[in-house]
T-cell receptor, first 108, second 113 residues
Framework: KNEVEQSPQNLTAQEGEFITINCSYS?????LHWLQQHPGGGIVSLFM???GKKKHGRLIATINIQEKHSSLHITASHPRDSAVYIC??????????FGEGTQLTVNP | GAVVSQHPSWVICKSGTSVKIECRSL??????MFWYRQFPKQSLMLMAT?????????EQGVEKDKFLINHASLTLSTLTVTSAHPEDSSFYIC?????????FGPGTRLTVT
């Protein structure tokens, strides 16, 4: 079993839909990161959180430390949101362990 | 956010040659830099962690003599793939950290023929 599990692996949505991507982990962490990777490969850090909830524009990330679970929500999805979304947990020394990623496709 | 650059963005080399990839933090001092490798359709795998001025710490299964990492300054780390083989073909990504945040480079695609 991977230390970081994401679901779903693939997600197709229509423009405007509300999207949720889930991440569960099995180790003790100091923080959890949500990352976005576009087809060219470049990675953008979306959120780093260790408790509660963060919001940036149409993106919302939540984490429940007791349940070892985090969710990434996208409101009013748009085709430009199409990308791979990766959950990564931070353990000792800022070391990151990554989930397999969720391929999101938003159709117009 | 902070910017990390990588050079080159892509490189093709012949089997047996060495390739150097540079990772620079452009607007912050990266006390720690991380090197990752990503194979197609797979997630990132941490290869090594380097702190400025000290030897890199390699993950289990990563050959330190094959993947040479140098972190000589707070803004530059290099990864040299020595005696490259086709199985080293991959996407290599670095990230830099000055505090809690990690900032990722755009990646370098290495193809070994």
């Amino acid at each position: 079993k991977n230390e970081v599990e994401q679901s779903p692996q693939n997600l197709t949505a229509q423009e405007g839909e509300f999207i949720t991507i889930n991440c569960s982990y099995s180790v003790g962490i100091s923080a959890l990161h949500w990352l976005q990777q576009h087809p060219g490969g470049g990675i953008v850090s979306l959120f780093m959180l260790s408790s509660g909830k963060k919001k940036h524009g149409r993106l919302i990330a939540t984490i429940n430390i007791q349940e070892k679970h985090s969710s990434l929500h996208i409101t009013a999805s748009h085709p430009r949101d199409s990308a791979v979304y990766i959950c990564a947990v931070e353990t000792s020394g800022s070391r990151l362990t990554f989930g397999e990623g969720t391929q999101l496709t938003v159709n117009p | 956010g902070a910017v990390v650059s990588q050079h080159p963005s892509w490189v093709i080399c012949k089997s047996g040659t060495s390739v150097k990839i540079e990772c620079r933090s452009l607007d912050f001092q990266a006390t720690t830099m991380f090197w990752y490798r990503q194979f197609p359709k797979q997630s990132l795998m941490l290869m090594a962690t380097s702190n400025e001025g000290s030897k890199a710490t390699y993950e289990q299964g990563v050959e330190k003599d094959k993947f040479l990492i140098n972190h000589a300054s707070l803004t530059l780390s290099t990864l040299t793939v020595t005696s490259a083989h086709p199985e080293d073909s991959s996407f290599y990504i670095c990230s830099g950290s000055g505090s809690r945040e990690q900032y990722f480079g755009p990646g370098t695609r290495l193809t070994v023929t």
